[in-house]
């Protein structure tokens, strides 16, 4: 199994950054993709972002796209997510997802949010 933790979250003014880490731990060679999530008020949650394994493919949500870059590093068994030009928009809970493989199926893993408070 795979378990991951996000963190980095905060309140920013709109046009500042933030930093999301989400760590990993567990069969962390059974990732086959990482992803970053976000629940806005009053809206469902979205896909914010995702790096595909082995081909380390990233995708974007189209408002972000320019802004946000997601990225791994093995070394420290985490997962970024850089956040510039923030928007206030941007203000949700951010929830960082592992899809791994686990007896033979395809699983989620989810952390448990961090907040992200943008300001105008």
């Known amino acids: 199994q795979v378990q991951v933790v996000e963190s980095g979250g905060g309140l920013v003014q709109a046009g500042g950054s933030l930093r999301l880490s989400c760590a990993l731990s567990g069969n962390i060679a059974s990732i086959v993709e990482h992803a970053w999530h976000r629940e806005s008020p009053g809206k469902m949650r979205e896909q914010v972002a995702n790096?595909?394994?082995?081909?380390?493919?990233?995708n974007y949500l189209d408002s972000v796209k320019g802004r946000f870059t997601i990225s791994g590093d093995h070394a420290k068994s985490k997962v970024y997510l850089q956040m510039d030009s923030l928007r206030p928009e941007d203000t949700g809970v951010y929830y960082c997802?592992?899809?791994?493989?686990?007896?033979?199926?395809?699983?989620?893993?989810w952390g448990q949010g961090t907040q992200v408070t943008v300001s105008s």
């Open positions: 790096l595909l394994k082995p081909s380390l493919t990233t």
């Open positions: 997802r592992a899809v791994h493989i686990f007896n033979g199926r395809y699983t989620d893993a």
